[in-house]
């Protein structure tokens, strides 16, 4: 447990480091997970997941030798079993995460496939005053005067009113 998230590290179809072999799998679109042996529904870490203050999130693996996770989503409780060990249904809050559990529907074996992932891309982005670019092709029209380029010569009709306008001055970052 972190700042009241908790965070549960899955071994699906593969024994844990430790040597124990638990039946975790996803049942459609739920995980089946079991808690450790010695763990009842009264255990701190137990209650800390059935009652959770923040978020839970699950990463599975289905290799023990890889020590890589791969994150499946923000979950929750959607139903537990008092057993030894514990065994707890979690669903996934998010429809629009992408969990790499999902099998594409044309395929017929258990094989699970990734079939892709999100991944957050920032950039900076440096843009020429608009103004001053359309007083640029009032004034010169839509032929580059720097390199000669005429989109309407080029490419005909396609082409009216297009251009990518190059500048002398770079931007000052």
Known sequence: MFNNDVFIFVNISSAGRTGHDYDNKFIGDDLQWFGKNSHSLQNASIQSMLKPKG????FTREDSNNPLFTYQGNARVKEFHDTK???????FNDEKEIRHNQMAEEIDNPTRYIEGATKKVSVNVYERNPMARKKCL?????SCVICGFDFEKVFGELGIGFIHVHHIIELIR
Request: charged share 20%; net charge negative; no cysteine.
């Open 55 to 58: 978020n839970i999130y699950i």
């Open 85 to 91: 060990p514990v065994k707890i249904i979690w669903e």
């Open 138 to 142: 009032e004034h010169y029209g839509f």
